[in-house]
C-alpha cells in the first residue's frame, strides 16, 4: 500500500496540547497521555532510516551564531532543491522558530507521530523545535537532565520528517546531556558529522577545542570549522573592520587539521533578516 502524502497525512493531524511549564518537578513538558498513546499503538517505521544526511551543528560559547549559520545551511540546502529538516534542540533557547517567523504555530499529531511546521508552502523544509509547545514565547524550561534528555529522545524518533534529503540538528552550546542524548540515539544512523562554529576571539576559540575533544571521544566526524562575526564591512565605504579580531577559527583548524569552511562577517542586513523572520 502506498503511504499518504504529506497533505493528506496533515488532514488526519490533530494539534499537540501545549502546556505552561513549572519548576523541574512539575509534570514534564510532553503531549498529552493519549497522543504519546496514538504514535506508539500503531506498527511505525523508523523516522529517521529514510533521511539521508544528518548533520550537527556544535559550539563551544553560546553567542557565536551557532543557530544563525543552522537555519542558513538549511535556507541554502532548500534553494539547492533539496527537502530538509531543522531540528531545533536547545531547549533553554529555542531561537529557530523565531528566525523563520513560525513563533506561535502548533505541533500536529498524525497517526505516526510529530508534524514539523514547514516555514514554505511547498514543504521542502520543515522545523521542530520546544518553541512551539511552549505556552508563552517568555516561559522558561526549568529541567534537570532526565527530562531534558526525554524530550530530545522523542523529537528524535516521534518527527515525521518524511523521506528529507537532510536533517539539520541545532544543538546548545557546549558538551552536556542534551548532546549525548543526541549521540546516543544516532548512532545507528551514522551521522555524516559536525559543523564547529566559532568567534575570531581567543576566548571563543579555546571552547571550540572542547568541542573538537568531545567529537572525538564520541566518535562524531567532523565536517568542518566556521569562523563567524569575521570583520564587519562598512555599507558605505567597504572597509573591512576586524572588530574580534580575525583568523582565530581559521588558526585552529590548521592546528587540528580540521577542514576550514570560511569566515561570516558581521552583515547587518543578515541580523535584519533573521529579526524579521526573512530569507536573507
Known sequence: MASPNDNEVAKMS??????????????PLLPTTSSIHLASEVN??????????????????????????????????????KKVGLLDVDLCGPSVPKMFAVEGKDIHQCPEGWLPVYVDKEQQLGVMSIA??????????????????????QFLSDVVWRDIDYLIIDTPPGSSDEHLSVID???????????????????????????????????????GLIENMSGFVCPHCSECTNVFSKGGGESLAKKYHIPFLGCIPLDPQLTQCLEEGKVF
Open 14 to 27: 490533530v494539534p499537540v496540547k501545549k502546556r505552561r511549564l513549572g519548576s523541574d518537578y512539575s509534570s
Open 44 to 81: 511505525l517505521s523508523d523516522h529517521l532510516s529514510s533521511v539521508k544526511h544528518v548533520i550537527l551543528v556544535l559550539s563551544g560559547k553560546g553567542g557565536v551564531g551557532k543557530s544563525t549559520v543552522a537555519t542558513q545551511l538549511a535556507v541554502g540546502l532548500k534553494q539547492k532543491g
Open 132 to 153: 512551539f509547545l511552549l505556552d508563552g514565547k517568555d516561559d522558561a524550561v526549568v529541567w534537570r537532565g532526565p527530562k531534558k534528555t526525554a524530550m530530545i529522545k
Open 185 to 223: 540515539n544516532l548512532k545507528a544512523y551514522n551521522p555524516d558529522g559536525a559543523i564547529l562554529v566559532t568567534t575570531p576571539q581567543a576566548v571563543a576559540v579555546g571552547d571550540v577545542v572542547r568541542e573538537l575533544t568531545f567529537c572525538k571521544k564520541t566518535h562524531i566526524p567532523i565536517i
